[in-house]
Every structure is written in structure tokens, then in C-alpha cells.
């Protein structure tokens, strides 16, 4: 295709609802800008809410939960004074920086080429993106880290296959984003989602007990069918779309950039040893998991329980930066042990621009909390789904798409949970829902729109890797390829669960949906 037919291609946009989206959310500032909006439209909500008197009940502890004004000379006072400690404090920031240190090392020494290398020579495309997705979805063990790791590597192994690297971004991010509530194996925010729902189950039955592992067999068969749906859709809607529309098919790798299609015989052997080194890592982790070793779960209590599993960034630092160095010693990419702080500088600074987006983000999640318009909106969201009439299943779809909708305002898993399990929990227990049932219906409504939240951290850092390979790539581009995705994992996971619910199949060991 000659130049001018190249740059007329390049001008056609998406057609029909995902075009109108596309050309909706591109008139949507940057996230910061959109961070920035947000964080003084708060300020003037919270101080209208509670001149209007805007109050919630809940439903916990009949307290009142009521708007409080943030536009007073100490409220003002506070938030600015407080900005240091919001910023640090944000839980994403230390977390990424860690597991960014060992990424630097195997990175900077070659390692990770030398992995795509291999991942290279994979041919069928389906199977190579169904993999994509399956470690998407269980990217969620190792906590916020797989949203910046996994995309950018993705994207780079797309090019390499000579495949569009914005289709490698968004299938790795939407599977990251909309892979919450699956996995192959429990982790820790199982653990964590079922303290709350233990607690909220115990006002109606003090003897319950909800296991991190209650949901595992409705998560291990998500898994297993969201990979080949989600690779399908990836391949043939969005990889498809991009190439139509000429986003990401014109960029070119710098020549370092470029993964070799074999590898030396020095890197082989490289290559080798490091594949040694993670392994004797991996077996010091495991022996860390014994009884009196530092990793030992509680007395009584499963690996779900694991500190390990709450030290996540430091066991990645780890894990890429032992191969990484043991890779580079071999290839003589690594000739002093101060190279890999030059490897760690430059890996840093490459995520830049997500530490930015983090200081904006952080700062509204900050200022609505402290108003808890967000608690308000939570509480009564839950109580006009437990008024509104529905029963049975219908109820149980209800509260998935509920979630799915607040999950557009209030975005951490935890806080969202921490509010609407005192609410569902003991009314959909008393309606003869099991408690474990409850929480695996909020896994799902919880992931289903995470990759199109416009408060989402996150799709500020992809937009960013976006416009790296596509600078007209905007806001709403990212937005209209990612809700096939989402549409994609509603629907499969919806009809995955009314089956299950209507089988009456135990969704884990000792667990089923109805008491």
C-alpha cells in the first residue's frame, strides 16, 4: 500500500456504537485532567450534600452516615496538608515501584527478550492469545504490579510476532482489569473478601464460616472458559478492528527493541542457568511456607493465609531480578553488579507517567472518602436492589450488574466490599443465598467494568503505552476497545453463573449457592 493510501486508512475511525464511543470518550480530557474534575467537583458536591442534608443508615450499626463538608477553611487545611501522605500512602505506588526494580534488572540484562524469543516461536495466534488471557486473568495473585508489567511486555511480544501491539495491549489489559474474580488458584484478596463476608454473615448466623477457597470451583471453571472466549473476541473483533482502522500498524520497533527469533549459544546457556536460579528461588519460597519459617500461614489456617502472599512486590522483585542477573552475568550484559542500578534507573523511569497519574488519582480517591458520598451511594444502591421486589436468581443477576455499576464511581475491591457486605450478605443469607454465593456474585459485578472505569488508575498508565504506538490514540479509544471485552466476559460469565445457580453444582469444597 503506497503512502497516500497508508495515510487515508489511517484517518477511518470505528463505525456504528463503538465509533459513536470512540468519538464520545476522545472529547474526554487525559485522566489527570479528568482526576483533576473530579477532585473539585467533590469539593463543591460534599459541601452541597451536606447543606442538603444528604444522609444514609447503616444498616450494620443504625448509625448514620452523613455528607460532610469539605469546602471549610479546615477541611480545605487538611486535604492540602495531607497531600504528601495521601500520595505515599496510595497503595498501588509502593507496590509497582518494588516489582518495577526486578522488571529493570530482567529487562536491562536481556532476560525478558530472551523469554519473548522463546514465546516466539508459538504459531497458531489462538493459542498464543488464549495464553495472553489466561495469564491476564490470573494476574490479580500478584495485586496491582500485572497492570503495568504485563501489557507493555505483551505488546512488545505482538510486534515480534508481526502482530498489532495495541491488540497485545488491550487483550493483556482487559484480561488483567476483567480477570478479578478468577484464577487458577485461591489468593490473597480471596482471603481478604472472605474475612469481610464472614464478619457481615455472622449478624444473622454467628456460627458461619466463609473459607478464601468457598468460591474456587465456580473460579477455576471461569478461567477455563472466559481464556478461549475472551482469546476469540481479542482475535476476531478487536485485533481485527484495530487493523481496519489503521491504529498501531505503522509503528516500528527501534533496532535494540527487536527480539532475535533463535537464541546463541551463550544466551542458550544463559538462559539455562537462570531457568536454574528461579527454580532454586522458587524452592527457597516454598520452604519459607514451612511451619515456623517466616511464609507459614497461621495455626489452622490455609495458604490462602500465607504472609507471603501480602508480600507479593518484594517475592517479584526477586523472582525477575535473580534470572535477570544470573542471565546478564552469562552474556556479559552484566559486568559489575552496579549495572543492574542503572538497569533499575532506566526501568523507572519508563513509569514515569503512572506515578503522575497516581498523584491525581490518589488525591480524589482521598477527598471522596472523606465526604463518604462514596459510602452514601454504596448504602443506597443496596437498599433500593433489597426493596426492589426481585427474588431468586433475578435478585442474584440484579446485584452482579449493580456492583458492575458502582464499581464505575467506587473502584477498589475492598472498600466497595467493606460497605455492600453489611448489606447483601445478611439479606440475600436470610432470602437462603449462601454467604460464599454472595461474594462470588460481587467478584464478578466487581471485574466486569473495570477496564472502561473512568477512576480506574489505571487506564490512564495503558492510554499512555497506547499513544507509544498510536500518538492519535485517545481516551475513548481506549474505552471503545475495551467494552467488547467487557460485554465478552458479561456475558459468558452471567450465563456461566444462572447455570451453575439453576445446576445447583457446589461452586467450592463444602460450598453451594443456595443453604
Known amino acids: 500500500m503506497d503512502t497516500a493510501n497508508r495515510k487515508a486508512e489511517n484517518k477511518r475511525q470505528l463505525s456504528g456504537m463503538l465509533g459513536f464511543i470512540e468519538r464520545a470518550g476522545n472529547k474526554i480530557p487525559h485522566p489527570i485532567y479528568m482526576f483533576i474534575v473530579f477532585f473539585f467537583l467533590t469539593l463543591v458536591l460534599s459541601a452541597i450534600c451536606a447543606a442538603a442534608g444528604v444522609k444514609a443508615i447503616n444498616p450494620v450499626n443504625d448509625k448514620e452516615v452523613a455528607a ?26 509502593g507496590a509497582v515501584f518494588i516489582a518495577t526494580l526486578g522488571l529493570g534488572v530482567a529487562n536491562g540484562s536481556g532476560f525478558l527478550k530472551g523469554i519473548l524469543s522463546l514465546a516466539s516461536n508459538f ?81 444473622v448466623d454467628p456460627a458461619m464460616v466463609v473459607s478464601p477457597a468457598s468460591g474456587y470451583y465456580f473460579m477455576l471453571i471461569s478461567t477455563i472458559l472466559l481464556s478461549p472466549a475472551i482469546a476469540w473476541v481479542s482475535i476476531k473483533f478487536v485485533e481485527k478492528k484495530l487493523d481496519d482502522t489503521g491504529m498501531g500498524v505503522e509503528f516500528e520497533l527501534k533496532e535494540e527493541e527487536h527480539i532475535k527469533v533463535s537464541l546463541s549459544a551463550v544466551e542458550n546457556k544463559a538462559m539455562k542457568s537462570a531457568a536454574l536460579g528461579l527454580a532454586g528461588l522458587v524452592l527457597v519460597l516454598v520452604a519459607m511456607g514451612f511451619k515456623g519459617m517466616p511464609f507459614a500461614p497461621p495455626e489452622g489456617k490455609s495458604f490462602a493465609f500465607s504472609p507471603m502472599l501480602r ?22 550484559s552484566i559486568k559489575e553488579f552496579k549495572d543492574i542500578f542503572a538497569m533499575m534507573t532506566n526501568e523507572i523511569k519508563t513509569i514515569a507517567p503512572f506515578f503522575l497519574i497516581c498523584f491525581f488519582a490518589s488525591q480524589f480517591i482521598s477527598v471522596f472518602a ?8 454504596a448504602i443506597k444502591c443496596g437498599l433500593f436492589l433489597k426493596n426492589s421486589g426481585i427474588h431468586g436468581v433475578g435478585l442474584f443477576i440484579a446485584f452482579v450488574f449493580l456492583i458492575a455499576i458502582i464499581n464505575l464511581f467506587v473502584s477498589s475491591m475492598s472498600a466497595k466490599w467493606a460497605v455492600l457486605s453489611t448489606v447483601f450478605v445478611p439479606m440475600l443469607l436470610i432470602a437462603g443465598i449462601t454467604p460464599a454465593a454472595t461474594q462470588m456474585a460481587y467478584r464478578i459485578g466487581d471485574s466486569l467494568t473495570n477496564n472502561i472505569t473512568p477512576t480506574f488508575a489505571y487506564l490512564g498508565i495503558i492510554l499512555t503505552y497506547a499513544q507509544k504506538y498510536d500518538k492519535r490514540a485517545q481516551t475513548g479509544t481506549v474505552m471503545a476497545y475495551m467494552l467488547p471485552f467487557s460485554i465478552a466476559f458479561t456475558l459468558v460469565w452471567v450465563l456461566l453463573l444462572v447455570l451453575w445457580t439453576v445446576s445447583g453444582l457446589p461452586i467450592g469444597p463444602g460450598y453451594h449457592v443456595f443453604m
Open 311 to 332: 508480600a507479593i512486590p518484594a517475592v517479584i522483585l526477586f523472582v525477575f531480578a535473580v534470572p535477570g542477573y544470573v542471565y546478564g552475568k552469562i552474556t556479559g
Open 123 to 203: 504459531k497458531s495466534k489462538f493459542i498464543v492469545t488464549m495464553i495472553v488471557v489466561l495469564i491476564g486473568i490470573n494476574g490479580n495473585l500478584i495485586g496491582d504490579t500485572a497492570f503495568v508489567v504485563f501489557p507493555p511486555l505483551i505488546a512488545i511480544l505482538y510486534i515480534n510476532l508481526k502482530r498489532n501491539p495495541l491488540a497485545g495491549l488491550f487483550t493483556a489489559y482487559a484480561s488483567v482489569a476483567c480477570g478479578f474474580g478468577a484464577a487458577l488458584v485461591v489468593g490473597n484478596g480471596d482471603a481478604m473478601l472472605a474475612g469481610m463476608t464472614e464478619a457481615a454473615a455472622r449478624l
Open 370 to 377: 472523606k465526604s463518604n458520598l462514596g459510602t452514601i451511594i
Open 68 to 93: 460532610v463538608n469539605l469546602l471549610t477553611a479546615g477541611g480545605i487545611a487538611d486535604i492540602l496538608k495531607s497531600f504528601p501522605s495521601v500520595w505515599a500512602s496510595f497503595a498501588p505506588i
